[in-house]
């Protein structure tokens, strides 16, 4: 009987300690977990650069509203790959300027719907993405692809100021033979910062310009600057969650 009874015991005692081993195992695991992926959404502006401004750097008068969405790989605690999706429009309009003269004259406008998908690497300098908390600064670029549906207009172009420019009405109609794109490869170079609340929720701002391949964007080359290409800027700001955080390190927290 006492043997039974020691027997008993020991396998019970060897029980617990298992218990404590597995616990142990699942508790070091858990310590180790890490997030790998993160969504984010935003609101923004775009911002057209270039023919039917007065400045290279575009302007704020005929800025169209975006949204983007965009799903993060989370790679190392420096860097994400990120692809992203924006969606909204550009617009230009002489028209909106006062100075020079010659552009209420010329009265070229264009608008666009705009389709951008991209993939970009995302560099955090201060090596904090599987923390998500406090304020993290950040660089990217990739490259992506934009759709568009240009519709240019020089219907109120003056012909009579431009008397002694004969040639610019040759170059409206020749830019209106060559016709406007509607996908163009895009190069997207950025920067931006984020604040986490906490490890599953962050809020963003950031800005992020996108060079282009082609001068038609607005529908517009020979007759305005033939010598540059087109380009724009988005700036935006957003929330970024991180599906299964609970707690540090994606573990529950437990408080003693």
């Not at 002489?94 to 004259?105: G, L, S, T, V």
């Not at 705009?114 to 660089?139: A, C």
């Not at 003056?158 to 420019?165: I, K, L, V, W």
């Not at 406007?180 to 931006?192: D, K, L, R």
Request: hydrophobic fraction near 40%.
């Amino acid at each position: 009987f006492e043997i039974k009874y020691i027997i008993s015991i020991i396998k019970k005692i060897a029980s617990f300690f298992a218990v404590l081993i597995v616990v142990n195992n699942i508790s070091a695991n858990a310590q180790l977990m890490v997030p790998r992926f993160e969504l984010g959404a935003g609101i923004g502006s775009n911002i057209y650069q270039g023919d039917l401004t007065p400045s290279r750097f575009g302007s704020y008068k005929t800025m169209k509203v975006g949204f983007q969405l965009h799903g993060s790989l989370i790679l190392s605690p420096s860097f994400l790959a990120r692809t992203n999706l924006s969606i909204g429009g550009l617009r230009g309009d002489d028209a909106a300027y006062d100075n020079p003269e010659f552009r209420k004259q010329r009265n070229f406008n264009f608008k666009t719907a705009l389709i951008e998908l991209s993939e970009l690497v995302v560099w955090n300098p201060l090596k904090t993405n599987y923390q998500n908390t406090g304020f993290s600064p950040y660089l990217m670029a990739g490259v992506g692809v934009s759709f568009l549906s240009v519709k240019s207009d020089a219907s109120n172009f003056n012909p009579e100021y431009f008397a002694d420019e004969a040639e610019i009405q040759q170059n409206i109609a020749a830019d209106q033979e060559h016709g406007t794109p509607s996908v163009i490869p895009v190069v997207p170079v950025g920067a931006g910062v984020r604040y986490g609340f906490s490890p599953a929720l962050a809020v963003y701002a950031e800005s992020t310009y996108r060079l282009m391949f082609t001068d038609y964007l607005d529908g517009f080359s020979k007759a305005t600057n033939p010598d540059g290409n087109d380009h724009y800027q988005t700036i935006s700001v957003g929330i970024i969650f991180r599906p299964g955080s609970k707690g540090k390190l994606a573990c529950p927290a437990v408080s003693y």
